[in-house]
T-cell receptor, first 113, second 113 residues
Framework: NAGVTQTPKFRILKIGQSMTLQCTQDMNHNYMYWYRQDPGMGLKLIYY???????DKGEVPNGYNVSRSTTEDFPLRLELAAPSQTSVYFC????????????FGDGTRLSIL | GENVEQHPSTLSVQEGDSAVIKCTYSDSASNYFPWYKQELGKGPQLIID?????GEKKDQRIAVTLNKTAKHFSLHITETQPEDSAVYFC????????????FGSGTKLNVKP
């Protein structure tokens, strides 16, 4: 049972480059989320989706974009990478409804130099 | 929005001792409180959760208590073992609306053999 799978695990980008962080889940969850985790800061919600074709901003959406064309996939795109986007990014999914546990992938560690 | 504060940021205990991590929240409408364990290089994993209609929940060596009046909840780990060493996060969410979690800043637990 794979759960939530994120690729790549590590990436170094130059300032101004763009890239897409991939996230896929095999639990048939409608809800999916992207977080960033900075040292000592916990997890901050970037974007979330309640189903295919529906996305919305979280607490820290600036500099990112998302799409949700299928239930399984929820990619996160950085268009113009900036040093402030150096972080560890986590994708999560949950069943529909409130108060449902979120299941996390193992993260993508991204450095912008 | 919700604000979750977590203390302490680091905790060191001797193997076999108990460990307690505390969180406070600001939104009285929050009614679901999960706890996650994050091992090095991995994503957060749910270890226990509690809903506002109960005051305490136990699962083997782990327990969580909730005081809705004071708006705080705590994680208790008894008979700690070296494999309990990890970063622990608390979170809060509300029943109404989307399944959005607000995370604490994390506690790094070190269990010394």
């Amino acid at each position: 049972n794979a759960g939530v799978t994120q690729t790549p695990k590590f990436r170094i980008l130059k300032i101004g480059q763009s890239m897409t962080l991939q996230c896929t889940q095999d639990m048939n969850h409608n809800y999916m989320y992207w977080y960033r985790q900075d040292p000592g800061m916990g997890l901050k919600l970037i974007y979330y989706s309640v189903g295919a074709g529906i996305t919305d901003k979280g607490e820290v959406p600036n500099g990112y974009n998302v799409s949700r064309s299928t239930t399984e996939d929820f990619p996160l795109r950085l268009e113009l990478a900036a040093p402030s986007q150096t972080s560890v990014y986590f994708c999560a999914s949950s069943r529909t409804g409130s108060n449902q546990p979120q299941h996390f992938g193992d993260g993508t560690r991204l450095s912008i130099l | 929005g919700e604000n979750v504060e977590q203390h302490p940021s680091t905790l060191s205990v001797q193997e076999g001792d108990s460990a307690v991590i505390k969180c406070t929240y600001s939104d009285s409408a929050s009614n679901y409180f999960p706890w996650y364990k994050q091992e090095l290089g991995k994503g957060p994993q749910l270890i226990i959760d509690i809903r506002s209609n109960v005051g305490e929940k136990k699962d083997q060596r782990i327990a969580v208590t909730l005081n809705k009046t004071a708006k705080h909840f705590s994680l208790h780990i008894t008979e700690t073992q070296p494999e309990d060493s990890a970063v622990y996060f608390c979170a809060a969410s509300r029943e109404m609306g989307l399944n959005k979690f607000y995370f604490g800043s994390g506690t790094k637990l070190n269990v010394k053999p």
